[in-house]
Nanobody, 127 residues
Framework: QLQLVESGGGLVQPGGSLRLSCKVSGFTTDVYAIGWFRQAPGKEREGVATINIGEGYRFHTDSVKGRFAISRDNADNTVNLLMNSLKPEDTAVYYC????????????????????WGQGTQVTVSS
């Protein structure tokens, strides 16, 4: 059984940085992609960044391009999200999720295509 555990959230001032980690354990052979999503109060969950496990392709949604970077650490079996130049509108609960489905294009950012989720970690950007 696949398990995902997020860590690294917290309170940061605007312009600051945070690094989120998603520890992946269990049956990982069939995982096609792992993504980071976020959900702010009163808003729908949205895709932020995704990495294709087999090919290594990385995708970032427009609102975080140039500020966030998703990466994979094979030694630790983690998928990380480095977040720089944080803004108050980045405040949300951040989740990592995995899919075994063969997806592409905008589906990478669609939470409905992801089957396994972590518990989430709160990120608050405020002065």
């Amino acid at each position: 059984q696949l398990q995902l555990v997020e860590s690294g959230g917290g309170l940061v001032q605007p312009g600051g940085s945070l690094r989120l980690s998603c520890k992946v354990s269990g049956f990982t052979t069939d995982v096609y992609a792992i993504g980071w999503f976020r959900q702010a109060p009163g808003k729908e969950r949205e895709g932020v960044a995704t990495i294709n496990i087999g090919e290594g392709y990385r995708f970032h949604t427009d609102s975080v391009k140039g500020r966030f970077a998703i990466s994979r650490d094979n030694a630790d079996n983690t998928v990380n999200l480095l977040m720089n130049s944080l803004k108050p509108e980045d405040t949300a609960v951040y989740y990592c999720a995995a899919t075994t489905l063969i997806i592409g294009g905008p589906d990478y950012y669609d939470p409905h295509f992801y089957e396994t989720w972590g518990q989430g970690t709160q990120v608050t950007v405020s002065s």
